[in-house]
């Protein structure tokens, strides 16, 4: 089955709670992992970020939703129980627990920033912020910039289409330089110009230019099939090249793809439009920083009184 969402871990966290015992968080997270069957892809899942465990930090936030209700307490560190008040809501046998039953205990409503209806009716949730989603709070973050950098990956992509041949050939090389490729002694030629055997710029990895990169930039609609690729493979010979990168603000059809995983002696990396602006946006090429958000998490260890 697929990863539930938070909401739905609450009813089975609190049950799982419910001989009273004290236990481990890491300990509930597994027993929840058995309860929902999931595979072992889907316990290792990670967030878009990559730094966080999508079914730990669902199981994190629905016992953040439930101690701020009261139905879970922290006897010490890492470790939960169930509480009275979650006792209390377990022998009503509940059919589910979500954001919309906890909003019955006040201490919820504050933790929610929600303020209850004064006359008792009205809908609980028309104030505030609307903790009635399917995402914890760190989900809709990593789904918001993944939205925000994809928003910003075709407005790089749209602007590329629109540059002249040659500032194109420009920023190709710019971004292979900003990416390590030259190191610190290297340096990156333009040198795209009618004749050039279609070698539009070069990376020099040394200062002698001992080693090079070839580059060949396509600002191009179309696919680039294979005879491109073959005729850039071919001109590398005039400089004694066995690198190469080509780049375009299309795609490769799938000749093109086959040609290059055959060659011997050489080796050419092919990067689509989609890929480009992904590179760009990564190394800070076309691209500003406007706004920097730092997450902290409370750290165990300089809490644990018994280390040091």
């Known amino acids: 089955m697929p990863i539930p969402d938070f909401q ?32 072992p892809e889907e316990r290792q899942q990670l967030l878009p970020s990559g730094q966080n465990r999508l079914f730990v930090n669902r199981v994190a936030w629905a016992k953040a939703h439930m101690k701020a209700a009261g139905l879970i307490d922290n006897p010490s560190r890492g470790l939960v129980r169930i509480s009275d008040e979650g006792r209390k809501l377990l022998a009503r046998k ?12 006040p201490s919820y409503l504050d933790f929610a920033g929600k303020t209850a209806p004064a ?31 994809k928003a910003t990956a075709e407005e790089v992509l749209s602007r590329l289409k629109e540059c002249s041949p040659g500032f194109f050939e420009q920023v ?15 340096e990156g030629l333009v040198t795209g110009k009618p004749g050039d055997a279609g070698i539009d710029g070069v990376i020099k990895e040394d200062k002698l230019g001992l080693d090079v990169v070839c580059i060949q930039a396509k600002r191009w609609e179309k696919p680039v099939d294979r005879p491109i690729v073959q005729g850039f493979v ?15 603000t299309s795609q490769f059809t799938r000749g093109a793809a086959d040609f290059v995983e055959r060659i011997e002696g ?11 602006a992904e590179l760009m946006i990564d190394h800070g090429v076309g691209v ?11 750290s165990n260890d300089f809490f644990d009184e018994d280390e040091g």
């Open 8 to 39: 739905s871990i609450m009813l089975p966290l609190l049950e799982v709670l419910t001989d009273g015992q004290e236990r481990a968080m890491r300990d509930v997270t597994a027993a929840l992992a058995d309860r929902f069957s999931l595979t």
């Open 94 to 105: 509940p059919a589910a627990i979500n954001c919309a039953l906890l909003r019955q205990y």
């Open 119 to 149: 006359d008792g009716g009205g809908d609980p949730s028309a104030a505030g912020l609307d903790l009635g989603e399917k995402q914890t709070p760190l989900e809709l973050l990593d789904s918001s910039y993944q939205a925000l950098r």
């Open 172 to 186: 190709v090389v710019k971004l292979l330089l900003a990416m390590g490729y030259g190191g610190v002694a290297g």
């Open 234 to 248: 071919g001109s590398m010979d005039y400089i004694r090249a066995r690198k190469g990168v080509i780049l375009t």
């Open 266 to 276: 050489k080796k050419v990396v092919l990067i689509d439009g989609e890929r480009l």
């Open 288 to 298: 500003t920083t406007t706004k920097i958000y730092e997450l902290r998490e409370v």
